[in-house]
Structures are given as C-alpha cells and as structure tokens.
C-alpha cells in the first residue's frame, strides 16, 4: 500500500483544478492511512463519504470547465466515461462497505490511488492544456 505525493508535476494548469485535485489526494491519502491505522468503521466511512463527496464536486467543476468546448476538445467523452468508470469501480465498491459491511483490502485501495494518479497524468493533464490553449487558467 502506498499513498500519492501531490507534486507540481501532476499539475495541470487550472489553478482551481489543481487545488481540487491536490485535496482530493490529500482526502484519499487520509483513507489510506486510516485503513493501515487499524481505523473504526465510523472514521472509515466518513473519510469515504468525503472522497465521494469532493470527487462528485471536483469531477462537475471539470465538466463545467469542458462543456464549452464540448464539440471541439479531443476526447470528451471518453473523459466522462472515465468519470463515470471511477464512480462505478472505485467508489461504488467503497460505498458498499458502508452499506454492507463489505471489507475494505489494501488492494482496493491501491487501485483507487492508481486510477485518480492515472487520470489525472493523462486524460486531465489533456484537458488542462487544451483548456489553457483556450485561455482558461483560473
């Protein structure tokens, strides 16, 4: 089990995407740390309760952010299929521990880091250039 440096090297240029995904890293590297602590149940789902609640925050700002260029930026929807697929896979199976007592495995988590790292160096480092090439920055 790991846990994610949030450096400028995942940056990607949009100074409120940035400070969203530096926090989200810091929420999901919380969770890990708290599993590996041996954490109650009671403090594990509300660190995963505030994982699902920044992403559904964070992954609407960065819709909000494309659906100008909805026609123009490359890859769109395969960016919103991904958004769709973190929902499904990572955070739906942390949100059946909640409801069903499912166990949390460092392995699950792993994953969980993997896919947020992943997309941000690739699908959102894709969007925040074509974002500043159309001169967003805020």
């Known amino acids: 089990m790991k846990q994610l440096q949030f450096d400028d090297s995942m940056k990607i240029g949009i ?14 590297n919380e969770l890990y740390y708290a599993y590996m602590q041996g954490t109650h149940r009671e403090v594990l789902c509300g ?27 490359p890859d769109y929807m395969a960016h919103m299929d991904e958004h769709r697929a973190f929902f499904t896979d990572a955070i739906g199976f942390l949100l059946r521990y909640l ?6 495995t460092a392995e699950m988590l792993d994953f969980l880091l993997d896919w947020w790292k992943n ?7 894709e969007m925040g250039r074509f974002l500043r090439s159309r001169g967003v920055t805020v």
Do not use: C, G, W
């Open 99 to 104: 409801e069903e007592d499912t166990a949390i």
């Open 47 to 73: 660190l995963i309760t505030r994982v699902n609640d920044y992403a559904h925050e964070h992954f609407e700002l960065e819709r909000r952010y494309m659906e100008p260029f909805v026609f123009e930026m």
């Open 119 to 125: 997309h941000i160096m690739k699908r959102d480092k």
């Open 15 to 28: 100074a409120s995407l940035d400070a969203q995904h530096e926090e989200l890293t810091a929420i999901i």
